[in-house]
């Protein structure tokens, strides 16, 4: 005999089943696309930008990372040493996904009306096909820039001190009579006290007469003159 209520419990615990199963598909759905903005968030903060998405090719904008296949790639990786996702075109995240010997990578792009998920490949290897290794990413040039060439000096156009015009030299007769005082105060010790007292009256700048001016050579036989020579 049918039971009805027997079938029609039947029928209901199936439907709960149904849907308990719907809400779990749309919880992993709604999981998959909160890690996939994860995932986006943390690229962002490693690379320093958020992600371009402006789908031409592989992401140029996706600097400073580690690359798969010409891919930028997570650091993270399997047992065999596969990353865990790519950075695909347009800035989506391609999951790294096995099945029957087979690797590849692929992204959520939504349901069919039977409410089936879709994925686009992105990248696959099939069993026994050897994948290429990880391109480890360049490091950031930290050096300091080279210092920029300094500039010449302005020309001077004031001569400096040994340049400028010299005052002139005291009057040769001056000169005459200083040596012959001092030869007849020191006799031949003027050869040796005479240099003394001339760099004493040009501030150390000279040793020689000839090197006197008219002031500095009248001080000079003045001091000669004296009762007293200071030394």
């Known amino acids: 005999m049918f039971d009805k209520e027997f079938w029609k419990d039947k029928l209901a615990g199936a439907q709960a089943r149904l849907s308990h199963l719907e809400n779990l598909d749309r919880i992993a759905e709604a999981s998959e696309r909160g890690a996939i903005a994860l995932e986006r968030i943390a690229s962002a903060l490693e690379n320093g930008a958020a992600h371009t998405g402006n789908g031409a090719g592989p992401q140029a904008a996706v600097h400073n990372l580690d690359t798969f296949a010409g891919f930028p790639c997570s650091e993270i990786v399997d047992v065999n040493g596969l990353p865990k996702f790519i950075h695909a075109p347009g800035g989506q995240i391609a999951h790294l996904r096995k099945g ?125 003159q004296r009762d007293q020579i200071p030394f």
């Not at 009306?113 to 490091?139: C, H, M, N, Q, W």
């Not at 040769?172 to 007849?184: C, F, M, N, R, T």
């Open 100 to 224: 029957d010997g087979d690797r590849w990578y692929s992204v959520f792009t939504g349901r069919d009306d039977s409410g089936k998920k879709l994925y686009e490949r992105i990248l696959g290897f099939k069993e026994g096909e050897p994948v290429p290794a990880i391109k480890k990413a360049t490091p950031p040039d930290t050096s300091a820039p080279a210092p920029a060439a300094e500039k010449p000096p302005p020309p001077d156009n004031n001569p400096p001190a040994a340049e400028a015009k010299r005052t002139p030299a005291a009057d040769p007769a001056l000169l005459k009579k200083i040596h012959a005082v001092g030869k007849d105060i020191y006799g031949d010790e003027w050869g040796q006290t005479g240099p003394h007292l001339i760099e004493s009256h040009t501030d150390g700048q000279s040793r020689s007469s000839a090197d006197l001016s008219q002031a500095q050579a009248e001080a000079l036989l003045e001091t000669l």
